[in-house]
């Protein structure tokens, strides 16, 4: 079976950290998001994927070629404007002549996918929507099946009094080629909204592929945070973790700092006299932390530099980034690309700074009474 995964969108709620990167680029425990999701595919057999491209295109193919040093070979289509994901796989049509996957480029999931295509075989299905259980259903989707897993009706955004089911379309499609004569070319036109419905309208066999295992999106910063600290913790399973091993090589860390807890340290670190660093936290390569700097539960992107006392919990800090000496980053913040942040700021509560601005000292207070 081949794979196509729409790695396409502007990712505009991970913003500022998908400014100069797609969002299947961003770095998740120090490699590209995208990396991961081949060796998922790899791991059920699929070799021959299409990458559906439009926002940075460049970054992917420069990345990947033609995929052979990643074990796997890649086909690029590039939309010249975003065409939705139903239009993205249309426009790559010309590549998918029999039962083909589709994937979401921002999901991470252990899903059984080779037992999912035989369920979808076994069923004779035109296409099988992979679900899963969220517990607010209400912000999403949902999708309503009979006992024997047929899909019966599709609801966006339910109330909590019209909710019989809480599992949701979890982005990942098993389709026969057909799918696509219900799909007009060069148009806008999305899977969820546009195609399904009118497909069980038409009274076509769509089935749900019930699991219950590992799964999120890094559609925003808050998920993009817990998938590290879920990897970290080991709450999905993976093994690539262990393989790649938790501290680089060549790093230099002072005998009087302090890591501990699951920490993910990147090649050619320095780490301070008396710094802490408490897991869950990822440093990337060539990352500095000063002395006495406390970073916690945080995600640093590589070749960043915090000056001494900083204090960093639960935010995640862009590349070659600057933070000046006793600086404060606290819940949640998100600092883009090349920022550099003067002495004693003090940032809270999920401020987002944009790649390439220069902050002078002082500039942000945040005072937790006002
Ligand atoms: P937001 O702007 O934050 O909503 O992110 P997004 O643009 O990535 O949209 P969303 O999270 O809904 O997209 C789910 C997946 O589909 C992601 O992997 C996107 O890259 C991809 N995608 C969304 N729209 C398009 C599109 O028009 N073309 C292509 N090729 N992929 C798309």
Redesign the pocket.
């Known amino acids: 079976m081949k794979a196509l995964?729409?790695?396409?969108?502007?990712?505009?709620?991970?913003r500022p950290l998908t400014a100069n990167v797609?969002?299947?680029m961003v770095p998740v425990v120090n490699r590209p998001f995208l990396e991961h999701m081949l060796e998922y595919l790899k791991k059920h057999h699929i070799t021959e994927i299409v990458l559906?491209?439009?926002?940075l295109p460049d970054h992917i193919q420069h990345h990947f070629g033609d995929g052979h040093d990643f074990g796997v070979k890649l086909t690029y289509v590039v939309?010249e404007c975003?065409?939705?994901?139903a239009?993205?796989v249309k426009?790559a049509a010309q590549y998918l002549d029999d039962t083909f996957a589709v994937f979401?480029?921002?999901?991470f999931t252990d899903l059984d996918l080779t037992t999912m295509a035989a369920f979808h075989k076994e069923n004779q299905a035109l296409v099988t929507i992979a679900l899963t259980p969220v517990e607010d259903p209400t912000m999403y989707g949902v999708v309503e099946t009979d006992s024997q897993h047929r899909i019966l009706r599709f609801i966006e955004k339910p109330s909590w009094d019209a909710i019989s089911t809480n599992m949701i379309n979890a982005?990942t499609y098993i389709m026969e080629p057909s799918v696509l004569d219900h799909i007009p070319a060069q148009t806008?036109f999305q899977f969820e909204q546009d195609v399904f419905p009118a497909l069980l309208r038409h009274g076509e066999l769509l089935y749900g592929y019930p699991s219950q295992t590992y799964w999120l999106?890094i559609?925003?910063p808050e998920k993009y945070l817990m998938l590290h600290h879920d990897l970290l913790l080991g709450r999905c399973n993976n093994q690539s973790l262990r393989e790649g091993g938790w501290l680089g090589s060549d790093c230099d860390i002072h005998p009087t700092a302090r890591l501990t807890g699951p920490v993910v340290v990147g090649e050619n670190c320095v780490i301070g006299p008396r710094a802490r660093i408490i897991g869950p936290t990822i440093l990337g390569h060539h990352c500095t932390i000063g002395k006495e700097t406390i970073v916690e539960g945080a995600i640093i992107w590589p070749e960043t530099k915090l000056g001494d006392q900083v204090n960093v919990k639960g935010c995640i800090i862009g590349q070659n980034t600057i933070v000046g000496d006793n600086c404060w980053i606290m819940d949640g913040c998100v600092l883009g690309d090349n920022v550099t942040l003067g002495d004693e700021n003090k940032l809270e509560r999920g401020i987002r700074i944009w790649p390439s601005r220069t902050l002078a000292p002082h500039t942000i207070t945040f005072d937790h009474r006002s």
Not at 104 to 107: C, F, P, S
Request: with cysteine; proline share 6%; charged share 20%.
């Open positions: 995964i729409l790695v396409g969108g502007e990712g505009t709620r991970l797609p969002k299947s559906a491209l439009c926002y939309e975003p065409m939705g994901t239009g993205a426009n979401n480029g921002d999901v982005g806008w999106d559609g925003t």
